[in-house]
């Protein structure tokens, strides 16, 4: 089973701050690995897949990077929308995620 | 619009079985594979199972395997989840999703849409 660590598991932000999410896996998952994003009440909704592949309709600011073991979200300007908790997931072997990321107004 | 909406959730005692439901529209269903993900309250995304386009090949997690049957029915738009012998630990709102068809590597396991859920609770 591949473990998927987040980190930190709260980030503290203002509206307009670059923000940047980590997650790390147990062992190598290629670029085999996807970002959510789910709000309170609400399913998630896919980022990014493949490591760096922005969904349909997702806004420029959100990218993805990283390959192997270790991958990053950057959010480059929050806006208010974005406040929410992140999900790294992967498809390396069957599908896992991550514990997530709360990404909170400061 | 893709839509997903699930059904059949509901309160049972355990060791017994509930069948959910989800009819997609908005898309060609026979175009992709399909899964389920859960999410217990408060807590974080498990996925459960998936199943190809046609139903030839499904997969589980250890969790639920040799408990749970994934089958879908495209004259439907339809996809299913038997649940067997059921858990306290299954306790979760459970989606459906629709795997990501890409154009070089065909149906992914990351999920593009999700439906609302329906609440499945295992207690005595």
């Known amino acids: 089973e591949i473990v998927l660590t987040q980190s930190p598991a709260t980030l503290s932000l203002s509206p307009g701050e670059r923000a940047t999410l980590s997650c790390r896996a147990s062992q190598s998952v290629s670029s085999y690995l996807a970002w959510y994003q789910q709000k309170p009440g609400q399913a998630p909704r896919l980022l990014i897949y493949?490591?760096?592949n922005r969904a349909t309709g997702i806004p420029a600011r959100f990218s993805g990077s990283g390959s192997g073991t270790d991958f990053t979200l950057t959010i480059s300007s929050l806006e208010p929308e974005d406040f929410a908790v992140y999900y790294c997931?992967?498809?390396?072997?069957?599908?896992?995620f991550g514990q997530g990321t709360m990404l909170e107004i400061k | 619009e893709v839509q997903l909406v699930e059904s059949g959730g509901g309160v049972v005692r355990p060791g017994g079985s509930l069948r959910l439901s989800c009819v997609a529209s908005g898309f060609t269903f026979d175009d992709y594979g399909m899964s389920w993900v859960r999410q217990a309250p408060g807590k974080g995304l498990e996925w459960v199972s998936g199943?190809?386009?046609?139903?030839?090949?499904?997969n589980y997690a250890d969790s639920v395997k040799g408990r749970f049957i994934i089958s879908r029915n495209n004259a439907k738009n339809s996809l299913y989840l038997q649940m067997n012998s059921l858990r306290a630990e299954d306790t979760a709102l459970y989606h459906c999703?629709?795997?990501?068809?890409?154009?070089?590597?065909?149906?992914?396991?990351?999920?593009?849409?999700w439906g609302q859920g329906t609440q499945v609770t295992v207690s005595s």
């Open positions: 999703v629709r795997k990501v068809n890409t154009i070089v590597g065909g149906t992914i396991d990351h999920f593009d849409y």
């Open positions: 199943i190809n386009w046609n139903g030839g090949s499904t």
């Open positions: 493949d490591a760096s």
């Open positions: 997931q992967q498809r390396s072997n069957w599908p896992s």
